[in-house]
Nanobody, 123 residues
Framework: QVLLAESGGGLVQTGGSLRLSCAASGRTFSNYAKGWARQAPGKEREFVAAISWTTGRTYYADSVKGRFTISRDDAKNTVYLQMSSLKPEDTAVYYC????????????????WGQGTQVTVSS
């Protein structure tokens, strides 16, 4: 079983940056694709970014492309989400998750989730 713990959320002004971290424990983390999703108040959880465990290829939602970067450090069992040029509409709880298949942009395909970390972008 893989356990995930996100950190790095907080309050930031429009245009600012944050880096989220997701530390894993339990089973071998490196053998899974990793992703980030977010959920704003009153909205459904949505895909944000993912990274393949085999190729390292990255995938992004159109709304964050060019502003967010997902990366991984297998030695530290950690996946990161670097967020830049933040906008108020980026305000949400951000979750990391692991995926055993390759349906990277489908959040319903992810089968292990962290507890989430709040990101608030003030205007």
């Amino acid at each position: 079983q893989v356990l995930l713990a996100e950190s790095g959320g907080g309050l930031v002004q429009t245009g600012g940056s944050l880096r989220l971290s997701c530390a894993a424990s339990g089973r071998t983390f490196s053998n899974y694709a990793k992703g980030w999703a977010r959920q704003a108040p009153g909205k459904e959880r949505e895909f944000v970014a993912a990274i393949s465990w085999t190729t390292g290829r990255t995938y992004y939602a159109d709304s964050v492309k060019g502003r967010f970067t997902i990366s991984r450090d297998d030695a530290k069992n950690t996946v990161y989400l670097q967020m830049s040029s933040l906008k108020p509409e980026d305000t949400a709880v951000y979750y990391c998750a692991v995926l055993s298949g390759n349906d990277y942009t489908n959040i319903h395909a992810y089968n292990v989730w962290g507890q989430g970390t709040q990101v608030t972008v003030s205007s």
